[in-house]
């Protein structure tokens, strides 16, 4: 008599349910991961504005309460800022997604009254504004405070 082997293996049913299967659990990864990476991006859009706000308090302390002005006939962007790097901080912080587009941090003094600070807020891609001292130039009052996001 003649023993037959059976070989055990997958079907080709059992292979593609194993397939759809990874897939799914991969997509779900997936989701989390970009969010993950949203957080982390406006994480650290926050703490480079908490460096650039400690730089300036150090620049209004050493100039008399005065806060640090822009290169003449420049937008109100933080790279455009004069004198503030690299004695007060030593790099002027980019946004984390855009890092050669320089006009994702803004600044606009207010002598010596105070500052507000403009930064993108990708959690709900939009514009929020850092206030301090008194007073609040025009149409900057329009972005909500980064506080309330």
């Not at 059976?6 to 397939?19: A, D, M, P, W």
């Not at 480079?48 to 006939?73: C, F, I, K």
Request: proline letters at 5%.
């Amino acid at each position: 008599m003649k023993k037959t082997q059976q070989h055990r293996g997958f079907t080709l049913i059992e292979l593609l349910v194993v397939i759809a299967i990874i897939g799914m659990l991969s997509s779900v990864v997936l989701a989390s991961l970009t969010s993950a990476r949203l957080k982390s991006r406006d994480a650290r859009r926050s703490a480079d504005m908490q460096q650039v706000q400690l730089a300036l308090e150090l620049y209004a302390t050493d100039n008399g309460g005065s806060y640090p002005p822009h290169e003449a006939g420049t937008l109100r962007y933080l790279d455009k800022v004069i004198g503030l790097a690299p004695k007060y901080i030593a790099v002027i912080p980019q946004d984390p997604l855009w890092p050669t587009n320089s006009n994702d941090y803004r600044y606009l003094a207010q002598g010596v009254k105070g500052y507000v600070l403009l930064r993108r807020h990708e959690g709900n891609n939009s514009w929020c504004r850092i206030v301090y001292g008194s007073g609040l130039p025009g149409w900057w009052g329009n972005y909500p405070l980064c506080s309330s996001l």
